[in-house]
């Protein structure tokens, strides 16, 4: 359940990420509430997998579905550049956060 509560958070933490481009472009009660929301949620879910898992370990995925997400996201939605660069970097970030999981 743990794993799935990580999941949950790092999901959450892009939505609120998402949020704060929304903001930066249109200022909008609702896209402030999702963004507290989503960062709120994150965080709440975040606390219940590091009850099991480690700090190192579930911090590390956090942040790598968060960056990770944030910038494809960013691509997807907000027509960031999408070229092989950027898609390694997000490669690396989420192959060195697995790596952290099987190393431990």
Request: aromatic share 12%; proline share 3%; glycine share 12%.
């Amino acid at each position: 359940m743990e794993w799935m509560f990580l999941i949950l958070a790092g999901l959450f933490e892009m939505l609120g990420v998402a949020m704060i481009n929304k903001l930066n472009k249109e200022r909008s009660w609702r896209a402030f509430l999702y963004m507290a929301g989503g960062f709120a949620l994150s965080f709440l879910f975040l606390s219940q997998a590091m009850k099991v898992l480690p700090m190192g370990t579930a911090y590390a995925i956090w942040t790598g579905i968060g960056a990770s997400g944030g910038a494809i996201l960013g691509m997807v939605i907000y027509g960031e550049p999408r070229n092989l660069p950027r898609v390694l970097c997000i490669a690396t970030v989420l192959a060195a956060a697995v790596g952290l999981k099987l190393a431990g």
